[in-house]
């Protein structure tokens, strides 16, 4: 009897333990907004519509003085920030990628660094960058060779192609394994799987010829991709506008900007790096007029977070590329013009 309960005791116990299991699957999961924010770096949940930033800038990649020394940079465009805040920048004017750990004031040269070519251990005008943990590498968008690349961070001289004759810009992956890839000559922006680069990539964006339609990009940049697969795009070229694609879709829908677009009001002047926090707010970089603005979920107005004229002297930027945040919600912005990369902390 005892044996014959023992074991009607470890069934409902293992039926317990697999609802419980299949429960958790269905619910929401919060941790996964939190891993989707990879698609651009580590992100934090401190992050919302109502966060501030320091007024003043700490100098965190670069030097006053632009150059190709390991303290320097040279119009830097994409930025990855990592898990454990460090920086990995595409270097653009130096035609390398750099690894920047936190609190440091050198880099490391992860991938090129041998003047600008197509051989393998050359890149030419990199723009984005990111982290494939997986692998232990970078992959990253080589723009002027037409190619995505895939270095190893350690020990690494050459780089392998993993896609080929592809207009890329702008980089990101999410929490299920996929690659995505603006693709500017095409007005599309693609998914492949990870790994997994031997067929054509899949539209998930765009693909209509070029346009301002719903179904349209015109010059696609840098985008972001969230918890459901919904990808924004910053269509960059006569649309001024960030769109939302959300997964399956044929069609967008406009969350940021649009037509006629002037300093100051509701809409985008030259969007850039995108970043979406969990409550849908959209942070974004206006790189014709310095500014990064942010946009709530809804909003018609956006507001000015950080800008040129707030920023002079030591602060001063000018030209932002890119922009991240860290696991604690400071922000970090690529002033390409200064060569620099720039990070504003939390209040």
């Known amino acids: 009897m005892r044996l014959i309960s023992f074991c009607v005791w470890n069934l409902l116990l293992l039926i317990v333990i697999c609802t419980t299991v299949e429960n958790e699957d269905r619910k929401p999961n919060l941790q996964s907004t939190q891993a989707s924010f990879e698609a651009t770096s580590a992100f934090s949940s401190l992050v919302n519509g109502s966060s501030k930033w320091s007024n003043h800038s700490i100098t965190v990649a670069g030097s006053r003085d632009s150059g190709d020394k390991l303290n320097q940079l040279l119009l830097p ?43 393998m251990n050359q890149l030419f005008d990199p723009t984005d960058v990111i982290v494939d943990h997986e692998s232990d590498s970078v992959i990253i968008c080589d723009r002027r060779n037409t190619r ?37 000559m095409n007005d599309t922006v693609r998914r492949w799987k990870m790994g997994d680069y031997t067929r054509e990539g899949i539209v998930v964006a765009g693909g209509d010829e070029i346009g301002g339609n719903l179904n349209q990009l015109d010059g696609p940049k840098f985008l972001f991709v969230d918890s459901e697969q919904s990808v924004y795009v910053t269509d960059w070229s006569d649309n001024h506008r960030v769109t939302k694609w959300t997964k399956g879709s044929k069609q967008s829908l406009i969350v940021v900007g649009g037509d006629n677009y002037i300093e100051g009001h509701i809409q985008l002047s030259d969007p850039r790096g995108i970043v979406v926090d969990r409550y849908g707010t959209v942070y974004v970089v206006e790189n014709m007029f310095s500014l990064i603005t942010e946009w709530p979920k809804g909003a018609t107005v956006g507001k000015i977070i950080l800008n040129r004229p707030a920023y002079l002297e030591e602060n001063w930027f000018n030209g932002p590329e890119d922009l991240s945040f860290d696991r604690n919600g400071n922000l970090y912005v690529v002033d390409s013009h200064n060569s620099l990369v720039r990070k504003f902390l939390l209040k």
């Open 148 to 184: 995505i690349v895939q270095w190893p961070l350690q020990g690494g001289t050459t780089g392998q192609i993993i896609i080929s004759n592809i207009s890329c810009f702008g980089l990101a992956k999410d929490n299920a394994g996929f690659l995505y890839v603006t693709d500017t």
């Open 77 to 119: 465009i994409g930025l990855y920030v990592d898990d454990d805040d460090t920086l990995y920048i595409a270097d653009t004017g130096n035609n390398r990628v750099m690894e920047w750990k936190s609190g440091a004031t050198v880099g490391r040269v992860v991938a090129g660094g041998n003047g600008f070519g197509s051989k």
